[in-house]
């Protein structure tokens, strides 16, 4: 298996798609995007489906963590068959799984099949991050040979962390404004998905097949020996960095709609855009930024960010809570990106996928297993009082963090500025 040279994507590649290549780069970026959304689209609905179901709080952080699990799930067994199969076939099945994700929230409002199309959304992510990311490199290489990958790391950020801020949005204001709020955000995002894999069928493929396959395995998961403390450092970092972005996919909006008295169900949508939009956005317009300071600026932002999130909910102000999510937000994009580059720095060049299998396995622990807490939490005290405990471990996590992380070494210049 191997990735095909730009002159033979230019020629008997192209055979297998309609597009040319630079016409299937948009084309998977709006795909990749369309995906994302949708996962994150239940997110300004969770508090319906308390009020039309009955279930509690600590329900809504279990089917937000059906999510993850089954994210992870796929990334560790199928993540990575691409690389044999082609990124074309992966992209295609993973729409298909999207769009059985969406016809089983349209098919009941109940909790188990909350859970199961949860899971099901998860299992094509999972697929989809790290395909469409490769996918979108290749083909803007084979469009663009000789430019550097500048123009496609942003696309693919954009697609990525964008579509975690325009999912929500969209289904709150469609929740809103238009009747038939549990079905009319999934039909809209169905329409979508089926014009992506459409789309995607037509995309030429980068890889090329070799005539015998490889042996399955799983994605191996390693860490670097002469560099533990600062890979487990950057794994907790990437950690408590998805934490908070799964507080503003999960249980955010319920703050907003029952702490606040603010019950919009576009008002939650436009909280989570606002908060994922500064993640995307402080990636992308900080880039260039050396990796030190991107950790150290991330770091800052979220102890700063999740104080004023809580003092925000305590007070309560939605002015604050709103504000002190965008910065919160902030801090974790760059956190986020700041580890990655970390770890790309602490591994040798043919273990650094096995070494960001590691890293990436604690980010999705972070999306679910803290704000699964929370909701355990939840039942037992205030939601105030859960959410000002989530925030000191997160904060004290995150200066535990920051010594080793900034300190004992730096990653190669490279990597420091990828």
């Not at 992308?284 to 932002?301: D, F, S, T």
């Not at 105030?384 to 405990?389: N, P, S, T, V, Y």
């Amino acid at each position: 298996m191997s990735v095909l040279s730009v002159a033979e994507r230019r020629t008997g590649s192209r055979r297998s798609g309609v597009l040319a290549h630079g016409a299937g780069f948009w084309v998977i970026a709006f795909a990749f995007l369309v995906a994302m959304a949708f996962a994150a689209a239940p997110t300004p609905l969770w508090a319906i489906y308390q009020a039309h179901d009955g279930f509690s709080t600590f329900m809504v952080t279990v089917a937000f963590a059906a999510y993850a699990f089954g994210v992870v799930l796929s990334l560790f067994l199928a993540g990575h068959v691409s690389d044999w199969v082609g990124r074309r076939r992966v992209l295609l099945t993973a729409m298909l799984i999207e769009i059985a994700a969406a016809v089983a929230f349209l098919s009941s409002t109940s909790l188990p099949v909350l859970i199961v199309a949860r899971v099901i959304a998860g299992l094509g992510i999972g697929l989809i991050t790290a395909t469409a990311t490769a996918h979108l490199s290749e083909l803007h290489a084979a469009a663009r040979p000789g430019a550097d990958r500048t123009r496609s790391d942003m696309v693919s950020t954009a697609a990525n962390m964008g579509g975690f801020a325009v999912g929500p949005l969209i289904a709150g204001l469609l929740a809103q404004y238009v009747s038939g709020p549990l079905r009319t955000p999934y039909l809209v995002f169905l329409g979508l998905l089926v014009l992506s894999a459409v789309g995607v069928a037509l995309v030429p493929e980068t890889v090329e097949r070799a005539e015998t396959r490889p042996a399955y395995r799983v994605q191996r998961v390693s860490v670097p020996a002469d560099a533990r403390p600062k890979f487990f450092a950057a794994a907790a970092a990437a950690f408590a960095a998805l934490a908070v972005l799964g507080l503003f996919t999960s249980l955010a909006p319920s703050f907003v709609a029952v702490t606040m008295h603010h019950p919009s169900r576009a008002l939650a949508g436009l909280v989570t855009f606002l908060v994922f939009g500064a993640a995307a956005g402080a990636q992308l317009a900080l880039a260039r930024l050396a990796r030190l300071r991107q950790l150290g600026g991330g770091l800052a932002l979220m102890v700063l960010g999740l104080a004023g999130v809580t003092a925000g909910v305590w007070a309560p102000s939605l002015t604050l809570f709103i504000v002190s999510g965008v910065v919160v937000g902030a801090g974790g994009g760059l956190l986020f990106k700041g580890t990655i580059s970390t770890v790309v720095g602490l591994a040798a060049p043919q273990a650094r996928g096995e070494a960001l299998a590691g890293v990436f396995l604690a980010a999705y622990a972070g999306l679910a297993v803290p704000v699964l807490g929370l909701g355990i939490a939840t039942q037992y005290v205030s939601g105030r009082a859960a959410l000002a405990g989530f925030s000191a471990l997160l904060i004290a996590l995150c200066v535990a963090v920051g010594p080793r992380l900034l300190t004992g070494g730096a990653a190669p210049v490279a990597a420091a500025r990828s």
